[in-house]
């Protein structure tokens, strides 16, 4: 797995044994790389940065012009077209693709390819311009390549491994806000009462993201985007900047004459608008002509607007990337901009929807109004605390000499261990972060299993040296051996990952599950998990169940099958034994209670009648 590093590692790219790498870096700091790679002879010092749309080409040369006036800076854009021999050259993909543009720069005289948003990297085009560099694998005479996003992951699964091979630098977002590198945040979370349960689901076995269509027929309503402006007027009508986020062209226009149904000045950009008219909008609302600017997916990638103080979110969504990114929008520095606030128009969670909360390993369903980066945080600290006192009260205290006072005990109780394995309502909130078939086997204890045996677990880490060392949660690897290699059927468990928070230690296992594992065996939405369960799986689970009720085919799927077997096989068995054991001890308890209140109720003498 590939962990963060220090900020100077970034500076001494040169010294590393790898040439391909990945930073997760602020947009508009890219360009400070180059002076920072040396040239790898006296002819290779040229820099080539790759960007996959205009508006990420053009910002990348302006910053470029500012940070370095001694260097010539060439355009590969549309129908400029340069020269080849510039000491940086900034180039869309599109174009440096388009006949034969991509010839005239020499690999040899090139010391470093960089890539903005580089989650894009392993699309064909991108893999073609970079085995034109002889980045195709890594070699020592080859340019380095650096990769910058703020995206670690892609939502169709494809592996970054195949053009990146080390993450040399990572700087949380939260942390980031800590800095002050980027602007703070304050969010608002509201119920939109759009029904998501009919819509679409993208990708294979429905794991992807909404169908953009679908969702629009469910969202794109007059109550839904009437609640979307009320909720902008009581909480954000004195902000300068808003831009809002839709489903689709459609919700666009609607939403747009909402907000001039109620008197304000909004105005919408979509990929359609004309340059000019696209151009002349963006002047007007970064100089603040206008208070509301309505987009769709135009926005989500390398916007320079830091002026930005709202961003309404009326489009609900299961990618985690897609939220960071609209958020991200907000978060530039800016003269003068206290915050930005965040309004998240949320839907039902049984979705499997991604909400701001999420984002800082909170329930999803958690609602939030006017709370800062802070105050998640510190309610994602008291939930922590919460569960804890909750798990403190779970378990037995050692009761000599309480003698016969009374006290309460708290537990789940569930009438067969069938009953604890049939209960999901653990695996809520993993299935928000994450499309993989995790199951939870105990608390804040979760198994992903392999084909083959090998699985995944992840667990919250309660010892002391680890939390003063500022991590909560660890990530293990327990690989299978084949029979007759060893007494046991596993290897020591490897670890994979320590990680702050919940979120990142999940991301951080489905990046290293997606490499070892089958994605269809792994994926929560496979169609053979809606399939009949096999002979086998029922014949393991009915010896859990009463003989007069016992499971038939049509009772339960394949994949619900297994995930109950893998909580059997992961403790579900001893869990239910010690909270059997628990509760004939506060049984045996309150027996001995009641005989002793009885004794001495029959020992008090009180004036009154004689009960026979």
Same mark, same amino acid.
């Given at each position: 797995m590939s962990q963060a590093r220090s900020e100077s590692d970034s500076a001494n790219i040169k010294k590393s044994a790898f040439n391909r790498f990945w930073l997760h870096w602020i947009k508009g700091t890219n360009v400070l790389l180059i002076d920072r790679v040396k040239p790898l002879s006296e002819w290779a010092a040229q820099t080539l940065i790759l960007a996959h749309r205009r508006e990420l080409v053009e910002q990348a040369a302006r910053h470029c012009v500012q940070a370095y006036p001694d260097k010539t800076i060439e355009l590969e854009l549309g129908k400029l077209s340069a020269s080849g021999v510039a000491d940086i050259t900034v180039a869309s993909l599109q174009s440096i693709l388009s006949r034969d543009r991509l010839l005239k720069f020499d690999p040899k005289r090139f010391k470093l390819v960089l890539v903005d948003e580089a989650h894009h990297i392993v699309a064909p085009g991108y893999l073609k311009v970079l085995n034109h560099f002889g980045l195709g694998s890594k070699t020592p005479d080859s340019p380095h390549l650096v990769g910058v996003s703020a995206t670690f992951s892609r939502s169709d699964g494809l592996r970054l491994g195949a053009a990146i091979d080390e993450i040399v630098y990572h700087k949380d977002y939260v942390d980031m806000i800590s800095d002050k590198w980027l602007s703070d945040v304050v969010f608002t979370t509201v119920d939109s009462k759009a029904d998501l349960s009919a819509v679409k689901k993208l990708g294979r076995g429905g794991g992807g993201d909404f169908d953009t269509s679908s969702l629009s027929r469910a969202v794109n309503t007059i109550e839904t985007n009437d609640i979307a402006i009320r909720?902008?007027?009581?909480?954000?009508? *004195?902000?300068?900047?808003?831009?809002?986020?839709?489903? %689709?062209? %459609?919700?666009?226009?609607?939403?747009?004459?909402?907000?001039? &149904?109620? *008197? @304000?000045?909004?105005?919408? !950009? #979509?990929?359609?608008?004309?340059?000019?008219?696209?151009? =002349?909008?963006? =002047?007007?609302?970064?100089?603040?002509?206008?208070?509301?600017?309505?987009?769709? $997916?135009?926005?989500? =990638? *390398? #916007?320079?607007?830091? /002026? @930005? %103080?709202?961003?309404?979110?009326?489009?609900?969504?299961?990618?985690?990337?897609?939220?960071?990114? +609209? @958020?991200?929008? $907000? +978060?530039?520095? &800016?003269? *003068?901009? =206290? /915050?930005?606030? @965040?309004?998240?128009? !949320?839907?039902?969670l049984e979705t499997g929807i991604v909400t701001t909360p999420t984002l800082f390993g909170l329930d999803p369903g958690e609602i939030v109004s006017n709370a800062e980066v802070s105050d998640l945080e510190d309610l994602r600290d008291k939930k922590e605390a919460e569960k804890a006192r909750a798990e403190k009260a779970r378990y037995p205290v050692d009761d000599a000499g309480l003698g016969a006072r009374g006290y309460n005990v708290t537990f789940t109780e569930y009438d067969s261990v069938f009953d604890l394995i049939s209960d999901t309502s653990g695996e809520k909130h993993i299935s928000t972060l994450s499309s993989h078939t995790w199951v939870q086997v105990g608390p804040d204890r979760y198994i992903l299993c392999g084909p083959t045996g090998t699985y995944l677990r992840l667990e919250k880490v309660e010892a002391k040296e680890a939390l003063s060392e500022g991590y909560v949660f660890e990530g293990w690897e327990i690989r299978a051996l084949p029979p007759g290699v060893t007494k046991s059927p596993f290897a020591a468990p490897r670890n994979l990952l320590r990680a702050k928070t919940f979120a990142d230690a999940v991301h951080g296992c489905d990046k290293y599950a997606t490499e070892i594992f089958p994605y269809a065996f792994i994926n929560r939405h496979a169609s053979w998990r809606r399939g009949p369960p096999t002979e086998g799986q029922l014949k393991f689970l009915n010896k859990f169940k009463a003989k007069d009720n016992q499971l038939q085919p049509s009772d339960i799927t394949k994949g619900k099958a297994m995930d109950m077997i893998t909580k059997l096989k992961h403790g579900a068995r001893g869990r239910f034994a010690n909270m059997e054991a628990e509760k004939r001890k506060v049984s045996r308890s309150n027996l001995i209670l009641e005989r002793e209140q009885a004794k001495r109720l029959g020992d008090a003498i009180s004036v009154g009648p004689v009960l026979p």
């Open positions: 909720t902008w007027f009581a909480k954000a009508s *004195g902000r300068k900047s808003t831009l809002v986020f839709c489903v %689709d062209l %459609d919700h666009v226009a609607a939403l747009t004459q909402r907000f001039r &149904h109620y *008197g @304000i000045d909004a105005r919408f !950009v #979509t990929g359609d608008t004309p340059a000019k008219e696209r151009h =002349e909008r963006l =002047e007007g609302f970064k100089s603040g002509q206008f208070p509301v600017l309505v987009n769709c $997916g135009v926005f989500t =990638e *390398g #916007t320079d607007i830091p /002026n @930005i %103080d709202c961003v309404l979110l009326a489009r609900p969504t299961r990618s985690r990337n897609l939220l960071i990114q +609209m @958020i991200g929008r $907000g +978060m530039r520095l &800016h003269p *003068g901009k =206290e /915050n930005c606030h @965040i309004i998240d128009l !949320v839907s039902s």
